[in-house]
């Protein structure tokens, strides 16, 4: 049993960044691979980002490509979700979720509760 808890959402303008983080319990972390996915208003649950469980591999949507850069650190048990130039586009709640890694839920076993990102024009 893995549990997430997502934080640094927020409120941001157009252009700038912020940080998600994504802090995993349990000690078996480091086998998963982590995805971010985000929703938002009326549209369906998107993949935005994943990387293995190790961390030599990282996969991106077309829409977040050169802009986010996932990460993760094993002995803290977090993952990170840096974003940059951000768009009105990029509202959503962004969710973390652990499980064999893919682009779509599917490949998820865990979720956490998710954390708003709002992009001001």
């Known amino acids: 049993q893995v549990q997430l808890v997502e934080s640094g959402g927020g409120l941001v303008q157009a252009g700038g960044s912020l940080r998600l983080s994504c802090a995993a319990s349990?000690?078996?972390?480091?086998?998963?691979?982590m995805g971010w996915f985000r929703q938002a208003p009326g549209k369906e649950r998107e993949f935005v980002a994943a990387i293995s469980a190790i961390g030599t591999r990282r996969y991106y949507a077309e829409s977040t490509k050169g802009r986010f850069t996932i990460s993760r650190d094993n002995a803290k048990n977090t993952v990170f979700l840096q974003m940059n130039s951000l768009e009105p586009e990029d509202t959503a709640v962004y969710y973390c979720?652990?499980?064999?890694?893919?682009?779509?839920?599917?490949?998820?076993?865990?979720w956490g509760r998710g954390t708003q990102v709002t992009v001001s024009s």
């Open positions: 979720a652990a499980g064999q890694a893919g682009t779509t839920t599917t490949g998820y076993d865990y």
């Open positions: 349990g000690r078996t972390f480091s086998s998963y691979a």
